[in-house]
């Protein structure tokens, strides 16, 4: 508790000398920092896209039909297009014998018009004929045995009553033209895909997605790819950030390492100017080399909270001056790749999201039973890493091995987020928790 008081202090004196508040009133609820953050976001602007590209991407327009579908009546199945007058009664037993004077194959279009006591072989999606307003399936009449028998098929015996509009599609029967048939703000899904692709657009219009710039900073961070010198590390930060960009629908823009100096972070910001959004990680806690505050203090308006959560304290949300055009929102998530992780999950992702106009935001969350204690030392809202299973239709979440911000495995295992309230020191095994889904397990619950 007492370093805790310190860090206040050290950052009262911090924000002074930029002239900037910052006091303990920064120690914020995550809904606080989210709600903050947030209200900087909105949707952007569409963008015309090919229409398979656009899957996954938020309608940025009402779709009205330009046509009928289906755009003409259609055959339902394989059969005889008939007058339904003509087959009043019919039965095994009383056949009505019809001349066939014609076959429509689906593409085709009909040339005869079907006259009384006449049929005309149809297939199935073939364009009905004039005249015929019904079609008998091949099996309700005696087409199959006079095939074998090789008979020229230049009459049927219809052997069955089929109600008018039998087996008939109807056109217009899904969508009329002019209709409402997708609204704004609908997630393009393969069905979406498919119903757009039914009335002929190779293109619709779509909310662009948000170029995200990210960026690492620290002396002790290597490239990957390279060797690793003495006292280094991986810079792993990047990698999870832009795989996690790209997985909620965002383009990310890798900007590399900047290194813990003024000029160099200077020079690496440059190149975030044109993004959506600029994610950095790391230098927002309180070490001696975090010049990544002066700077940003120095390019924008800039926030450093300390979140009530673990992992995932120290935060900065603010935005980078752009001469050339709006300020630029950046997210400083913290250094340590799982509080980096939950951040993006709890702050970047919604952000991103919001930005691609998806709504319902938040992971599905379930109640489930803890089979392990998850226990919380300062009054911080805790997000576990837990292995969620379903037994038996209960949720039990597992923690997922040591929670240390820096156990990066731990949140590979994981497949869940399970919520320790501030308020509560231990949430104890055989407790019902609250677990924040990131993925679901693929075996089938047996
Ligand atoms: P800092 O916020 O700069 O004090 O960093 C906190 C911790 O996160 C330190 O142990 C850093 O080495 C580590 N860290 C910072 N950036 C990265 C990164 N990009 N990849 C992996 N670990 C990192
Ligand atoms: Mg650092």
Same mark, same amino acid.
């Given at each position: ?83 339904? @007058?003509?087959? !009043?009664? /019919? $039965? ?7 001349? &066939?004077?014609?076959? *429509?194959? +689906? ?84 069905? @979406?895909?498919? !119903?757009? /692709? $039914? ?7 779509? &909310?662009?997605?948000? *170029?995200? +710039? ?233």
């Amino acid at each position: 508790m007492n370093s805790h008081i310190q860090h206040h202090a050290g950052d009262a004196e911090a924000a002074h000398q930029h002239g900037h508040r910052h006091n303990q009133q920064d120690m914020l609820s995550v809904e606080e920092a989210y709600q903050r953050i947030m209200a900087s976001f909105s949707p952007l602007e569409p963008v015309e896209m090919p229409l398979l590209e656009a899957l996954g991407h938020v309608l940025a327009v009402d779709i009205s039909a330009p046509l009928d579908l289906p755009p003409s009546a259609n055959s339902g199945m394989d059969g005889y297009a008939v007058r339904r @007058e003509d087959i !009043v009664d /019919a $039965s095994e037993d009383a056949p009505r014998m019809l001349k &066939v004077i014609g076959l *429509v194959a +689906a593409g085709q279009v009909p040339t005869q018009t079907v006259l009384p006591a006449t049929a005309v072989r149809i297939m199935t999606g073939a364009t009905i004929p004039s005249g015929a307003d019904t079609v008998v399936p091949f099996e309700e009449t005696d087409e199959i045995a006079r095939k074998a028998a090789g008979d020229p098929l230049e009459e049927v015996a219809i052997m069955a009553d089929l109600p008018y509009g039998c087996n008939v599609r109807p056109a217009g029967e899904d969508v009329r033209q002019g209709q409402l048939v997708l609204d704004r703000g609908t997630v393009i899904r393969p069905a @979406e895909v498919g !119903v757009m /692709a $039914s009335l002929g657009l190779g293109s619709v219009p779509v &909310v662009r997605s948000p *170029v995200v +710039a990210i960026l690492a900073t620290g002396d002790e961070l290597s490239e990957i790819g390279h060797s690793l010198e003495p006292a280094k590390i991986y810079d792993s930060n990047s990698a999870s950030v832009a795989a996690s960009v790209i997985e909620c629908g965002g383009i990310p823009k890798m900007l590399g390492i900047a290194r813990d100096n003024i000029e160099d972070l200077r020079s690496k910001l440059e190149a975030a100017l044109d993004s959506d959004l600029v994610i950095t990680s790391a230098g927002v806690s309180k070490g001696d080399y975090d010049i990544v505050k002066d700077v940003l203090t120095q390019r924008g308006d800039m926030n450093f909270w300390s979140v009530r959560m673990r992992p995932a304290k120290p935060l900065a949300f603010g935005h980078l001056n752009n001469p050339k055009g709006r300020p630029v929102p950046l997210l400083g998530l913290p250094g340590n790749p799982v509080s980096a992780m939950v951040a993006f999950e709890m702050f970047a992702r919604p952000a991103i999201r919001t930005m691609l106009g998806r709504g319902r935001l938040p992971r599905p969350v379930v109640e489930g039973v803890l089979t392990g204690p998850i226990h919380n030392a300062d009054g911080r809202r805790v997000y576990a890493r837990v292995e969620v299973e379903r037994r038996n239709g209960t949720y039990y979440a597992k923690p997922a091995g040591p929670q240390g911000s820096n156990i990066l495995t731990s949140m590979s295992r994981a497949n869940g987020l399970a919520i320790c309230p501030e308020n509560l020191a231990t949430k104890r095994a055989g407790e019902r928790v609250r677990i924040i889904m990131l993925d679901w397990n693929e075996e089938v619950d047996l």
